[in-house]
């Protein structure tokens, strides 16, 4: 995937999740159906899979991974927020 014009390059485990929370944008997703999705149902009760591979992802997308505002973390919950385009206006 491209972020601005720099190529970023995730894991298949990564870009599963990634898929879920653009399909999902602006939506509350558990912790157990985003592992059930993107690493299978063995995993489900796994949620240390998810915690790392969701840090690995902030490391690569977010401008300042220690203060996410893509990815939001909730305990036991995660959803993706992008910015409104008034915030893009901004940024401009």
């Given at each position: 995937?491209?972020?601005?014009?720099?190529?970023v390059?995730?894991?298949?485990?990564e870009?599963?999740?990634?898929?879920?929370?653009t399909?999902?944008?602006?939506?509350?997703?558990a912790?157990?159906?985003?592992?059930?999705?993107?690493?299978g149902?063995?995993?489900?009760?796994?949620?240390?899979?998810?915690?790392?591979?969701?840090?690995?992802?902030?490391?690569?997308?977010?401008?300042?991974?220690?203060?996410?505002?893509?990815?939001s973390?909730?305990?036991?919950?995660?959803?993706?927020?992008?910015?409104?385009?008034?915030?893009?206006r901004?940024?401009l």
């Open positions: 995937m491209w972020l601005g014009e720099q190529p390059y995730l894991s298949a485990t870009y599963r999740l990634l898929l879920q929370f399909h999902n944008i602006g939506k509350v997703l912790a157990e159906e985003l592992l059930d999705k993107c690493v149902p063995e995993y489900r009760d796994d949620k240390e899979i998810l915690w790392v591979t969701i840090a690995r992802l902030r490391q690569k997308v977010e401008s300042d991974p220690t203060n996410p505002g893509t990815l973390p909730v305990p036991g919950w995660v959803t993706l927020c992008l910015p409104s385009k008034a915030d893009l901004q940024e």
